[in-house]
């Protein structure tokens, strides 16, 4: 881990630490109830702004971004409900919401911070007169929405790396559509794990180190990302004070992560339920406080198919008062043995509840459950991420004291068609936009690699600039 004294806009190109840790702030700056209310009735653009501001410490100049937020949260980009509400929620029953972050370009949360991301990097790398080339990992959703947002950015090329099975085929054709131009596809013969792991190796040897990142492992993802809790929060209490429950489907802990920081900015967020599928080493890590890696299991929500959460990382270093010793030989034993104990650490498991966290996981069966049970109170068809998180949640809810319950949408239904049609015994219907999109993937879209850090590295190498 690295607290250091590098501004918001270096580790913004860096994404990874010199070390091969993640960035964190020097602290976690504050927002008070009084700047809560005074966000209340604004457009998400401007809490966007405000919490951005808060975040980077001014190391962009204001008018600077509040364009960068236009562009990226732009009525060409999230169609008419740009100007107001991108992130609305939806009551899916009495006191249990929906927040819809899907509503970008690619149809997934993911477009909600790297749409931001993209035009942060453009206009630093613009003002430095720099180029950058960045190496990327994919469970799904991250490929398409980072792919969308820097196809065409000259001054940047963009490798993503992907499981070669696991995404759905909408997913897939999507990313192949994106290729081409400063966009690289590599297809991994492995998990989403196995991506992860290259991505981490090739930057770690001198040559690539200068790589960027637009996975979570990324500060500025995360920092984008807190501004739609605090408008979640917002739309979902009567008075500005009261507490909040947010559920949050998670596979690499970077969005609930953000939700986190809200909560230690000052947001009165209750309790924070990290909801994970059959996938479930980190509902065993919240009950537990053993991290044990195991086999990723391709599932029916394919993007939480990961067995390490980069993230957590972050967590742990808070856990560990700002210890970056500690923190490193808790994480370095976690990567030699695959599992660790907090305990060993003198940390007790109860140390997660006292931060606001609980857990929960989910199983096939359980996701078409939540997907009819949304559909038949609200008319309202999630998709099979978001489903996990329904399902976490309903058992939750009653057995607290009823406060509102947030569950973050995390896609729109069209992506996992025959997971819905499952459900409901119909497939949602497509945008015109996505129409027809498996029948354009072209051959040779994807450059397939074995799970090989010197396959990676001459790939890289011979398309890079």
């Known amino acids: 881990m690295s607290r250091t004294g590098r501004s918001y806009t270096d580790v913004l190109l860096a994404g990874l630490a010199p070390d091969g840790g993640l960035y964190v702030p020097a602290e976690y700056p504050r927002i008070s109830t009084s700047e809560l209310e005074a966000l209340r009735a604004c457009p998400y653009r401007d809490i966007a702004f405000a919490i951005k501001k808060t975040l980077i410490g001014g190391v962009i100049p204001d008018n600077d971004l509040r364009n960068l937020i236009a562009r990226a949260y732009?009525?060409?980009?999230?169609?008419?409900?740009?100007e107001g509400n991108v992130v609305p929620l939806m009551e899916a029953n009495d006191g249990l919401y929906v927040q819809q972050l899907s509503l970008?370009?690619?149809?997934?949360?993911?477009?909600?911070?790297?749409?931001?991301?993209?035009?942060?990097?453009?206009?630093?790398?613009?003002?430095?007169?720099?180029r950058l080339t960045i190496l990327g990992a994919t469970s799904g959703d991250t490929g398409s929405a980072a792919e969308a947002a820097f196809k065409g950015l000259e001054r940047i090329r963009l490798?993503?790396?992907?499981?070669?099975?696991?995404?759905?085929?909408?997913?897939?054709?999507?990313?192949?559509?994106?290729?081409?131009?400063?966009?690289?596809?590599?297809?991994?013969?492995?998990?989403?794990?196995?991506?992860q792991d290259l991505v981490k190796r090739l930057k770690a040897q001198k040559e690539f180190s200068h790589l960027g990142a637009v996975n979570s492992i990324n500060w500025g993802r995360i920092a984008s990302q807190v501004p739609y809790f605090v408008s979640g929060y917002l739309q979902a209490v009567e008075k500005v004070g009261d507490a909040?429950?947010?559920?949050?489907?998670?596979?690499?802990?970077?969005n609930v992560l953000s939700g986190y920081i809200a909560k230690r900015m000052g947001v009165p967020?209750?309790?924070?339920?990290v909801a994970v599928n059959e996938n479930n080493v980190l509902d065993k890590l919240f009950k537990t406080g053993v991290y044990e890696q195991t086999p990723a299991r391709v599932t029916s929500s394919p993007s939480m198919d990961i067995s390490k959460?980069?993230?957590?990382?972050?967590?742990?270093?808070?856990?560990?008062d700002s210890d970056a010793v500690k923190t490193a030989a808790y994480m370095r034993e976690f990567e030699t043995n695959k599992k660790v104990a907090l305990k060993d650490y003198g940390v007790s498991v109860e140390k997660f509840h006292e931060l606001g966290f609980e857990s929960g996981s989910s199983t096939h069966a359980d996701r078409l459950e939540a997907i009819r049970y949304v559909y038949a109170r609200a008319q309202f068809i999630i998709d099979p991420h978001t489903a996990d998180g329904v399902s976490v949640g309903q058992r939750y809810k009653d057995s607290h004291?009823?406060?509102?319950?947030?569950?973050m949408g995390t896609a729109?239904?069209?992506?996992?068609?025959?997971?819905?049609?499952?459900?409901?015994?119909?497939?949602?219907?497509?945008?015109?936009?996505?129409?027809?999109?498996e029948d354009s993937l072209q051959s040779g879209a994807f450059h397939t690699i074995d799970a090989s850090t010197d396959e990676l590295a001459a790939y890289v190498r011979a398309n890079s600039v």
């Open 74 to 82: 732009s009525r060409e980009a999230f169609g008419d409900v740009a």
């Open 244 to 254: 909040v429950d947010f559920v949050v489907p998670t596979g690499n802990f970077g």
């Open 159 to 195: 490798f993503m790396l992907s499981p070669e099975e696991g995404m759905s085929a909408f997913q897939k054709a999507q990313m192949g559509a994106l290729s081409g131009d400063n966009i690289f596809n590599i297809s991994v013969r492995g998990r989403f794990d196995d991506c």
């Open 401 to 407: 004291e009823r406060v509102p319950m947030v569950c």
């Open 309 to 320: 959460a980069s993230n957590y990382e972050r967590l742990v270093f808070d856990m560990f």
């Open 104 to 130: 970008g370009p690619t149809a997934a949360f993911k477009d909600m911070a790297l749409q931001m991301l993209a035009r942060e990097m453009d206009y630093e790398l613009a003002r430095r007169n720099e």
């Open 269 to 273: 967020i209750r309790s924070l339920f």
């Open 412 to 437: 729109l239904p069209v992506k996992f068609e025959a997971t819905v049609k499952e459900a409901l015994g119909f497939a949602p219907e497509r945008p015109h936009r996505f129409r027809n999109l």
